[in-house]
């Protein structure tokens, strides 16, 4: 215990470095927490994906359509239970600073296939009725204080113009993963409105993909095969996937960008790790004259080895803790102002395990070295440091 | 016969030297020295003598070049490390110039250190620091912290530290060093007392005449050689 009593103060024997120290240790594991949470945001939606769901695209890119006459014969496929279909719009509201996912699908079908989406059995009607109604994510309808009723427009930048809409239902996520801020609406009212405006629009009659609902988790691949197999050497071949392999392909456009805030994140580590490192090894200089009077009192080597690794587990881990504490409020501020772009902005378990891993790697490296200086230093040469 | 048993350190042969860069710097050239048990020996001798460094081989915290030294029944030139550090520990208590108390523990805790390397519980530990601190006339200061003391409570605080494990043999490098002469005079007196009423063997380096004064037999360094002197 008294060896503990030792270490334990001697971690604040200099409160002036040991604050700095804290507080650099503290930033970076908040800045660690937070690049980690944005890796995490960025696969949120695969996270959400379920096994059950296939997605068909166009083979050469998402970016070009398939016929909408391909749903009955996907409809037809053994194993397939439910098709929808749906296209990214890709509208602003009011401003371009307003982003937030929205898309044109069909509505029974959608509902039927992302029970996640929970919507209340009479707005869902009103949003069923309803060709110029939209369901919209709880957090998107918070952050812009609209109501059941409202009419909201959207700025097509695919579809150019001004498109009305009303708010008919409001979904919540049945899952701490799910999406809560995006904007849904019909697709008929889409291509009804393309045919008016042009009946030779290149998308009329056309969706951006087709959302499959599969009987069981194993026949997934099988049924992706027998779609794609049943729309070779047409004029839009189709690529199956899962819904996970979808979505990766999603983040894999962002792999760059992912690399680069992975390689910060360790970046940061380094930087504490150089911090502590540096505190240690001035403290330990600092009482060498104490370890040789250990040593002197016949105290060993592990007793040595402990009182420093422990002195920086102290004030690593502590810093670590503060670190973690600031995280969550942090990522709270983050889901406020970058909400529409990361609408699952959550601390994870996994991200506090490794701020707690890295404070534990950071602790124990930055020890290593004055430890083994503190254990060979001779006796003689230690305590003539004193006075 | 009679001589052998009373013997407690016997030095013999021993040569030392420190390695500065490429040069060798001779501190001790072949030292024998036979201590006896219950003596208070006193090591005289001008600065870069050797005096500190016999006295650190003699208490086991140096290596000698060549030569034995044997305390008691034990042979300490062939022990490890981790075997001279458990000798140490059991066998030699230590009073230095500046005292070299831990500033982070009370004067209690600083005492009881020791007794952490032994199988005694909490309780025992305290009891033995506080009889310690008794004899050494501090027992109405046990939870003040090194800076709280003066420098000769401090180094009574360090001679508690010393005799808390009962050990064979007390080394003092310079114990009056750094006291004014009220301090000095309590602290030598202390010496004194553990060496005429409990029988402690006491090595001690010192450059003021009034400490060796103290002392029944008294020896002097030059040039790594060691002389015969008169207290």
Redesign the interface.
């Known amino acids: 215990?008294?060896?503990l009593?030792?270490l334990w103060?001697?971690a604040f024997?200099n409160k002036l470095r040991t604050s700095l120290t804290l507080l650099g240790i503290t930033i970076a594991i908040l800045a660690f927490g937070l690049l980690r949470t944005v890796i995490s945001a960025w696969y949120a939606g695969v996270e959400a994906s379920s096994a059950t769901r296939l997605v068909t695209r166009n083979s050469t890119s998402i970016i070009f359509s398939l016929p909408l006459s391909y749903k009955n014969r996907i409809s037809q496929t053994s194993g397939v239970k439910t098709v929808s279909y749906g296209t990214w719009f890709g509208g602003v509201y009011i401003e371009e600073k307003n982003f937030f996912p929205n898309f044109s699908v069909e509505p029974q079908t959608f509902l039927d296939l992302y029970p996640e989406f929970l919507v209340s059995p009479n707005e869902k009607e009103a949003f069923l009725r309803d060709r110029k109604g939209f369901v919209a994510g709880r957090k998107l309808v918070e952050k812009y204080g609209w109501k059941i009723g409202d009419i909201v427009t959207l700025k097509g930048t695919i579809f150019l113009g001004d498109w009305d809409f009303v708010l008919r239902a409001i979904y919540r996520g049945r899952d701490k993963t799910t999406d809560e801020s995006q904007f849904l609406f019909h697709w008929e009212y889409l291509n009804e409105t393309l045919k008016k405006r042009n009946p030779y629009h290149p998308w009329v009659d056309q969706v951006g993909y087709y959302m499959i609902g599969v009987t069981r988790p194993e026949v997934g691949s099988a049924v992706a095969a027998a779609i794609d197999g049943a729309f070779k050497n047409s004029f839009a071949e189709t690529l199956t996937e899962t819904e996970k392999a979808f979505q990766q392909g999603f983040v894999a456009m962002s792999g760059a960008i992912i690399t680069a805030i992975q390689l910060v994140s360790m970046v940061v580590i380094v930087i504490i790790l150089a911090v502590v490192a540096n505190t240690m090894a001035m403290t330990t200089r600092e009482r060498m004259?104490?370890y040789a009077?250990?040593?002197?009192?016949?105290?060993?080597r592990k007793h040595i080895a402990g009182l420093i690794f422990g002195e920086s587990f102290v004030i690593t881990m502590l810093g670590c803790g503060l670190g973690i504490a600031a995280t969550f409020p942090a990522a709270q501020v983050f889901t406020h102002t970058l909400g529409t772009y990361f609408p699952i902005f959550r601390v994870e378990p996994k991200t506090v395990y490794l701020d707690l891993a890295a404070g534990f790697v950071v602790g124990g490296c930055a020890g290593i070295i004055p430890a083994i200086r503190a254990i060979q230093i001779?006796?003689?040469d230690g305590?003539r440091r004193?006075? | 016969m009679t001589e052998k048993k009373n013997t407690l350190v016997e030095i013999r042969d021993v040569t030392k030297s420190y390695h500065r860069g490429s040069y060798t710097v001779p501190v001790l050239r072949e030292i024998s020295l036979d201590i006896g048990e219950g003596e208070f020996l006193c090591l005289m001798g001008p600065s870069g003598s050797g005096k500190?460094?016999l006295l650190?081989l003699i208490?086991g915290?140096?290596r000698v070049d060549s030569g034995t030294i044997r305390v008691g029944d034990v042979a300490i030139t062939n022990l490890s490390e981790?075997e001279l550090?458990?000798w140490?520990?059991?066998h030699v208590g230590?009073i230095?110039?500046?005292y070299?108390l831990?500033?982070?523990?009370t004067a209690v805790?600083n005492v009881?250190?020791?007794l952490?390397?032994t199988g005694l519980s909490?309780k025992e530990r305290w009891e033995h620091a506080m009889m310690a601190l008794r004899l050494v006339n501090l027992d109405h200061r046990v939870s003040h912290y090194p800076n709280q003391l003066s420098g000769g409570e401090q180094q009574r605080v360090a001679i508690a530290?010393a005799i808390i494990t009962d050990p064979t043999l007390l080394v003092a490098d310079e114990p009056t060093g750094d006291l004014d002469r009220v301090s000095a005079e309590e602290v030598l007196n202390l010496m004194g007392r553990l060496n005429s009423d409990l029988g402690k063997t006491i090595i001690m380096v010192t450059h003021d005449p009034r400490a060796a004064a103290r002392a029944r037999q008294l020896k002097h360094l030059e040039k790594g050689l060691l002389n015969d002197a008169h207290p």
């Open positions: 215990m008294l060896i009593k030792i103060k001697n024997r004259g104490e009077v250990l040593k002197t009192l016949g105290f060993g001779r006796i003689a305590l004193i006075g | 500190t460094t650190n208490a915290i140096d981790m550090a458990q140490r520990a059991t230590f230095f110039q500046f070299n831990i500033p982070v523990l805790e009881e250190l020791p952490h390397l909490k530290r």
